[in-house]
C-alpha cells in the first residue's frame, strides 16, 4: 500500500522539478566572446560531493563553501588542437564569485550533481591567503582546458561563494586553436 501512495502521490512531483538552464556558447577559434548573465538565473546544489570525488577532483571539500550560492551553466565544445581560458567578471567588485568547469565527451550532456566522472576539471575561488608574489582581484579564471585529439564538450558553472545568490557577471571565454 505504501508503494502505490508513493507511485500515485510522489511521482509527479519529481517529473515537475525543473532543470537547469544550460546556456550554449560559441568559442571561437583564435579568438575571444563574452557573455552576460546574473547568479538569480540559475539553480543552488544541495549536493557538491561530486567536486571532491576521486573521478572528477574539481575542487576539495574544505573549500565548499565557495560554491554554495546559485550555479549558472554555459556549455560549448572545444575543438581539437584547442586550449581554452574562462573568466568570470562580477560586474559588483564586492560580490565573490567562484567558477568551475570540465570536460567529458562531445555527445555527453551530464550536469552536476550527476557527473559519475570527467577527463578534467579546474575551479578558480577566492584564495583563503595571499599567495606569495601574486595578486587576486575580483576576477576568477580557469585554465588547463585542453583538446588535443579529438574535441570534448567543456561546461562550466559559474556560482556565488558563501550563498551567493544574486549578481550580474560576465563570461569572457578565450580559446587558441592550433
Known amino acids: ?3 502505490i501512495f ?3 502521490v510522489m511521482a509527479p512531483l519529481f517529473s515537475i522539478m525543473a532543470q537547469p538552464k544550460v546556456n550554449e556558447i560559441q568559442p571561437k577559434p583564435n579568438g575571444e566572446v563574452a557573455y552576460t548573465a546574473n547568479l538569480n538565473q540559475g539553480v543552488v546544489l544541495d ?4 567536486a571532491w570525488s576521486s573521478q ?3 575542487f576539495p571539500e574544505t573549500q565548499k563553501k565557495k560554491f554554495t550560492g546559485k ?3 554555459f556549455t560549448g565544445v572545444i575543438p581539437k588542437y584547442s ?4 573568466t568570470v567578471i562580477p560586474k559588483d567588485k564586492s560580490k565573490n564569485f567562484s567558477i568551475y568547469a570540465y570536460e567529458i565527451g562531445v555527445d555527453n550532456m551530464k550536469l552536476v550533481p550527476n557527473l559519475d566522472r570527467c577527463i578534467r576539471c579546474e575551479a578558480g575561488h577566492k584564495w583563503d591567503r595571499p599567495v606569495r608574489g601574486k595578486t587576486q582581484d575580483h576576477t576568477r579564471t580557469v585554465t588547463n582546458l585542453v583538446a588535443i585529439n579529438r574535441p570534448y564538450r567543456v561546461v562550466i558553472g559559474v556560482t556565488g561563494a558563501n550563498g551567493l545568490s544574486e549578481g550580474d ?3 569572457q571565454v578565450k580559446m ?3
Open 176 to 178: 587558441k586553436t592550433r
Open 6 to 8: 508513493f507511485i500515485l
Open 56 to 58: 572528477n577532483a574539481c
Open 83 to 86: 586550449e581554452m581560458e574562462v
Open 169 to 171: 557577471f560576465t563570461l
Open 1 to 3: 500500500m505504501k508503494n
Open 71 to 73: 550555479h549558472v551553466f
Open 47 to 50: 549536493d557538491l560531493s561530486w
